[in-house]
């Protein structure tokens, strides 16, 4: 109650409007006039809104009473000791970074927590009788520990403010409220090596369900270095974890007010969610929930239009319920650099082992919707070491996923997608090339270093292992020695399933 006194107090000086959810439950109700979520609740409220007996209150933060009340009832405990351990129980009215990460630097501010974007800044209102309050800075993206992408990052400036100077008339000074929430808001950029989908789920988006799942939806994204596309792109995602529209911190100057914020965000290790760090035990498996929540209404308006276009045209669904009781496997075909040459002679080898073959090549124009519903159907992924690999998160546990290891790229591929697969409950089988399915093998030759000894190269460094490795590698798979984990992978599909595929 003391929060909202103290907005009556500064009330004149406000300009107030509460922004709405975006397309979540909640803004769907409120739009639709009828909040009210049980007349225990409605109860509740009368009593306590005649309590304050106060129509101007009701006026603006009747939306706010109820969040609070929702809030008391999920019961969700302190988020602090999992998002940042060293800021727990920081009172209100204090900035705190946590610098221990070493992937992530995150910071806390609890209060009167206002935007300023043209300094760059978030500013916290508080009565400066201590002078030691120090301001902050941190940048809110998670490769903290890669100096050269961490320079292109913008920092935001943690500041205090004093608490006297907003009620004193200066308007320099003064940072009237444009819009006000009740909820907390979480800090992070989409800057850095955003572009790329492998650092768009590593870095941003499951460190966001890190951060920020406990809060139920109730909080507002304010994202520095906004790009359209990525919200774009990541906004079924994005809706799941938040019922507000995000904010674009440079491109929107006006001054958001929250009750709370977190700046930056906690990451755990390679794609993937530590349970034992989560509130509530959450882990991968929960953010792949998120994913199917997320893209389902996509995905059951594309199974609609296409029922309506097969009713057209008889006799082709007959014909894909044939092929879809076979297990199915997904090639996931890349093109430029680590192509698999012989691609087609692939395919057929994967129909006569018994699969229905589905060859998938995502671009970064292909809707993630598509890609989902296609991984999430099927039964074994195949594709060669790749940020495109990322995808094996669209895959149902129990699945299997084959991984194509061309020469020197061993390490990355383990770290990076096959430890990860591992979490997610996939089967994986990790398949290393040999030098003669290798494309450098043709061009170096068996006595060259780059083939013989790889490891003299990448020991040098990640550009080395790019150059030479990644940029200019094709992968001619020998498929004699490709049968065996492909049948594998069949095997597995079909024991898992048992009688619902008919054996050929
Ligand atoms: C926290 O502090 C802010 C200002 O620093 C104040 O507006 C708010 O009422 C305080 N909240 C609580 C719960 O004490
Ligand atoms: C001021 O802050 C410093 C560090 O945050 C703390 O050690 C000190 O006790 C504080 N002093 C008062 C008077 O609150
Ligand atoms: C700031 O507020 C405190 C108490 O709230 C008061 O004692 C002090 O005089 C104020 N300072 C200014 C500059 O208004
Ligand atoms: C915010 O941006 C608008 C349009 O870009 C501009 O007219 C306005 O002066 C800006 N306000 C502030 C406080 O910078
Ligand atoms: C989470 O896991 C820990 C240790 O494995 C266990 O002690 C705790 O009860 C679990 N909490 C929940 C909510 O499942
Ligand atoms: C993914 O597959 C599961 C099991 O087959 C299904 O229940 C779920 O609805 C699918 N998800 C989407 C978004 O289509
Ligand atoms: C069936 O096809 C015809 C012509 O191609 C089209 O006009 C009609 O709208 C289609 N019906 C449905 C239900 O899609
Ligand atoms: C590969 O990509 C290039 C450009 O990105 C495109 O022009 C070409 O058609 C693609 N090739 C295949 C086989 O998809």
């Known amino acids: 109650m003391v929060q909202y006194q103290r907005l009556i107090k500064k009330g004149e000086r406000l300009r107030v409007s509460v922004e709405e959810g975006g397309s979540g439950a909640t803004a769907v109700a409120v739009s639709g ?3 009210f979520k049980s007349t225990k609740q409605k109860f509740l409220s009368i009593i306590f809104l005649s309590f304050l007996c106060c129509c101007y209150i009701f006026s603006f933060s009747s939306f706010s009473l109820l969040d609070a009340f929702n809030r008391e009832s999920e019961g969700f405990g302190p988020y602090e000791p999992f998002i940042a351990p060293l800021c ?6 204090t900035i705190c970074c946590d610098r221990a990460g070493f992937r992530s630097d995150v910071c806390i501010m609890k209060g009167d927590v206002r935007t300023h974007s043209a300094s760059s800044s978030v500013f916290l209102y508080t009565s400066l009788k201590n002078k030691s309050k120090t301001p902050q800075k941190v940048k809110p993206y998670t490769r903290k520990w890669e100096t050269s992408v961490m320079q292109t990052v913008q920092e935001l400036n943690l500041v205090y403010r004093d608490d006297n100077s907003s009620l004193s008339g200066n308007e320099h000074d003064n940072n009237i409220c444009d819009v006000l929430y009740d909820v907390p808001a979480v800090f992070f950029s989409t800057g850095g090596y955003t572009g790329n989908v492998y650092h768009e789920f590593n ?3 499951i460190p966001l369900f890190i951060t920020s799942h406990h809060f139920n939806r109730k909080v ?3 994202i520095v270095e906004y790009h359209s596309w990525w919200v774009t792109k990541y906004g079924d995602i994005v809706s799941q974890l938040s019922d507000y529209p995000p904010v674009d911190f440079n491109g929107d100057n006006r001054t958001h007010c929250f009750k709370e914020a977190i700046a930056g965000l906690r990451i755990h290790d390679e794609l993937t969610v530590g349970s034992s760090l989560m509130l ?10 998120v994913l199917d929540r997320a893209y389902w209404p996509r995905i059951r308006g594309l199974i609609q239009d296409e029922e309506i276009e097969a009713a057209n045209k008889t006799g082709k669904r007959i014909q894909e319920d044939g092929l879809l009781k076979r297990p199915k496997l997904v090639i996931l075909s890349r093109n430029g650099s680590r192509e ?3 691609e087609n002679d692939l395919v057929d080898l994967a129909e006569e082992i018994g699969f229905f073959v589905e060859v998938l090549r995502p671009d970064k124009t292909t809707e993630l919707a598509k890609i989902y ?8 992924m195949v594709g060669v070491h790749g940020a495109a690999m990322t995808h094996l998160l669209f895959l149902k546990p129990r699945t299997v996923l084959i991984q194509i290891i061309p020469i020197g790229t061993e390490w990355a591929a383990e770290t990076f997608y096959g430890g990860p697969a591992k979490k997610m409950k996939l089967k ?10 290798s494309s450098l093998y043709d061009e170096y030759g068996n006595d060259d270093p780059i083939i013989r000894d790889p490891k003299s190269f990448t020991r040098k460094g990640w550009e080395y292992t790019k150059k030479i490795y990644l940029e200019r590698q094709n992968v001619n798979l020998d498929l004699k020695r490709f049968r065996k984990p492909l049948s594998r992978a069949y095997d597995f599909s079909v024991k898992r399933f048992g009688p619902v595929y008919s054996i050929h």
Do not use: H, M, Q, W
């Open 88 to 93: 727990s129980g920081i009172p209100n009215g």
């Open 373 to 380: 519903r296609c991984l999430n159907s099927s039964d074994a």
């Open 33 to 35: 006039g009828g909040y």
């Open 203 to 205: 870095d941003g988006i």
């Open 280 to 289: 509530g035990n959450k882990t991968i498996l929960d953010f792949r929930n």
């Open 340 to 342: 698999i040459l012989n």
């Open 220 to 222: 507002v994204f304010v």
């Open 428 to 437: 994986y089988i990790g398949y290393k090339i040999k030098p003669k399915e």
